[in-house]
């Protein structure tokens, strides 16, 4: 059985589903009883998709991991 990777960037606990997908949670809102996770990433090709929690239906492109993380460190 595969253990997933779990690591922090840009202040956000990213944790690997598999091999191209990531959920990511801010930790600091968690402190204070907010749901911790802000949303999704997804390796598509050499794009990386990102889907935020709170805007169903958008969906926001990227050439890499770093660049999709900072759309949801907002």
Request: no cysteine.
């Amino acid at each position: 059985m595969k253990t997933h990777a779990r690591f922090v960037r840009q202040g956000l606990e990213v944790s690997e589903i598999s091999d191209h997908e990531w959920r990511v949670s801010d930790t600091r809102v968690a402190a204070i009883g907010a749901p911790p996770v802000v949303g999704f990433i997804l390796q598509l090709d050499a794009m990386y998709e990102v889907t935020q929690i709170g805007r169903p239906g958008r969906r926001t492109y990227f050439r890499s991991f770093d660049a999709a993380l900072a759309e949801l460190h907002g």
